[in-house]
């Protein structure tokens, strides 16, 4: 290792700890470390004792040594996954440090650029200890260059502007209908832009209502078909209207709702029968005739196909079946099986997350903090989850209808091994286990911990199992084939997180599993918040997209199916 690489993680490290709030004094031991590291004229793998660097004690040189044997802090991969995962990144915005940040987080409860802007916008940032209007005004141009960067639009972020728009385009009196297409239409993870195809017979007076939205920022196109503006709605983001006679709505709305890759197929199914498909419709050569329809339905139909709902629509073989499955929707989803407390890093009381449950018609949730290792979010002891099991039994006695496990967010240890006896884990309804450490390991070593995990019969659900988080982190390095061969072997559940920032397992794994080793699974939000349970909607859309239906996911079952299934994983 480099002094460089290592200096790096150390900084990283103060970095990631102030923003935590950690204590000063140990922030600057790791700073003053990283200087020394750099400054030091021993190369640093020369270096047998980094007690001898000036200013290091014996904490930081046992992590300049955990770092320099296997290239990595345990300790900071565990802040970095349990910081909320959009604050990080607000170190990228000048003049904001990770003191500032923690301030912000502790002061207004920012987690993101999203809530930033929020509370820059409504001037709650200057009364804040160290900042001032001064500062906020910067804020505010800061923030307003980093939503103009180019990445792909979180679905989550992305669904309420295209609501507000499509709200706004239906009160245009010469609209005579108005669907969103393109990749939100198919409720793909991410996002480049909006489409929308509207009908309208004045497609001109349509543009210029659309061009003269006070949140327009920009007009890339103006014609009487299509117009192109940049929008500035929480998110700068682009937005594509078509603008087409009322009888081509439905040809068109297929043709922009895409992918590009469905459309390919549907052209190449048409010309079987002698037809021709474009967005204006379907073209008969022969007679000279072209088809047009009220509803995408008809138009499936003309084709001899089965209705392809849009998230199918990836040519992922919605083209060439003659039936397809039918999907899981929200109505089958009973329960959420991953969700925390106040007793680690969550908000709210379980009874407070129980209720927020009942409201959204639940039948059961389960309670699964996180274990003792992850001492960065307030892991429990076996002693705790003693007394939360209490605190549970009470909540149960006092809500009708509504069931609460016991569970646990257990870690699987870097080392493979996990966070608690089985002795312990018996006594838990549901045993959740995940990485939430060392995650950088080799592909062998990774797979190895997580099947592992996967042959203790204590454990039901291996949750996030890629680790991935869209726009910031890549998936783990794991075989997902052995993972996977696995699962089936041990009965094992993968879940899919529907945090709107991990979508994990992903769709095309979620089909994968499914049709090629016959896996089940979990679909759960992981929320930290009463609020953050409505995330099962992203959760869901994934799912789809995965072709998963309401038999796939243990979510669906009745919580004496759910309560069966938990005792026969453990084999009674
Ligand atoms: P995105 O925007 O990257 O998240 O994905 P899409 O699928 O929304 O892609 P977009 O916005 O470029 O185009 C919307 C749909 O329009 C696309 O799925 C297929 C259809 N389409 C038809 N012809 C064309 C074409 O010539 N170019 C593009 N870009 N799209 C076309
Ligand atoms: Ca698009
Ligand atoms: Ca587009
Ligand atoms: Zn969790």
Known sequence: MRSGQLAAILKELADMMELKGENPFKVNAYRRAARAVENSRVPIDALERPEELPGVGKGTAAVIREIMETGQSKQLDEIRNLLPAGLPELMRLPGLGPKSIHVLYRELGVTGIEELRQAVEAGRVRHLPGFGEKKERNLAEGIRKWNKRPVRTLLIHALPVAETLEKRLRQIPQVERVEPAGSLRRRKETVKDLDFVVATEHPAVVAERITAMPEVTQVLNHGETKVSVMVEMGLAIQVDVRLVQPEQFVSALHHFTGSKEHNVRIRQRAKE?????????????????????????????????????????????????????????????????????????????????????????????????????????????????????????????????????????????????????????????????????G??????????????????????????????????????????????????????????????????????????????????????????????????????????????????????????????????????
């Not at 919605?318 to 999907?327: G, K, R, S």
């Not at 039994?393 to 006896?421: C, F, K």
């Not at 042959?455 to 982190?473: C, D, F, K, S």
């Open 273 to 437: 029968l002698g037809w021709k498909v474009s967005e204006y419709g379907i073209f008969d050569p022969e007679k000279e005739e072209v088809f047009t329809f009220r509803e995408e339905r008809e138009m499936f139909d003309k084709l001899g196909l089965p209705f392809v709902v849009p998230e199918l629509r990836e040519d992922r073989g919605e083209v060439d079946i003659p039936t397809l499955p039918e999907l899981l929707g929200i109505e089958d989803y009973r329960g959420d099986l991953h969700m925390h407390t106040r007793w680690s890093d969550g908000s709210a009381t379980v009874e407070e997350m129980a209720i927020a449950a009942q409201k959204r018609g639940y039948a059961y949730i389960a309670i699964t903090d996180h274990s003792q290792s992850l001492k960065v979010a307030s892991g429990l002891t076996a002693d705790d989850l003693k007394r939360q099991r209490e605190e549970i039994d009470q909540v149960n006695d006092r809500l009708d209808g509504m069931t609460v496990l016991a569970g646990v967010e257990m870690d699987i240890l870097p080392d493979g091994s996990l966070d608690y006896p089985d002795e312990v884990l018996q006594e838990l309804d549901l045993v959740i286990a995940s990485i939430h450490s």
């Open 439 to 572: 995650f950088r390991q080799d592909e062998e070593t990774l797979t190895s911990r997580m099947i592992a995990a996967m042959e203790n019969p204590y454990v039901h659900i291996i949750a996030h199992p890629t680790g991935r988080l869209i726009n910031r982190r890549d998936p783990y390095g794991l075989d997902l084939d052995r993972v996977f061969e696995a699962a089936k072997r041990t009965g094992t559940v993968l879940e899919l997180n529907a945090n709107p920032h991990r979508l994990d397992l992903n769709d095309w794994y979620l089909k994968r599993g499914k049709e090629e080793y016959g896996l089940r699974f979990s679909i759960n939000t992981d929320a930290h918040t009463p609020e953050m349970l409505s995330h099962i909607g992203v959760g869901i859309a994934t799912a789809r997209r995965g072709w998963l239906e309401a038999e796939d996911v243990i979510n669906t079952y009745s919580i004496d199916r759910l309560k069966d299934w938990l005792a026969q994983k453990r084999g009674g």
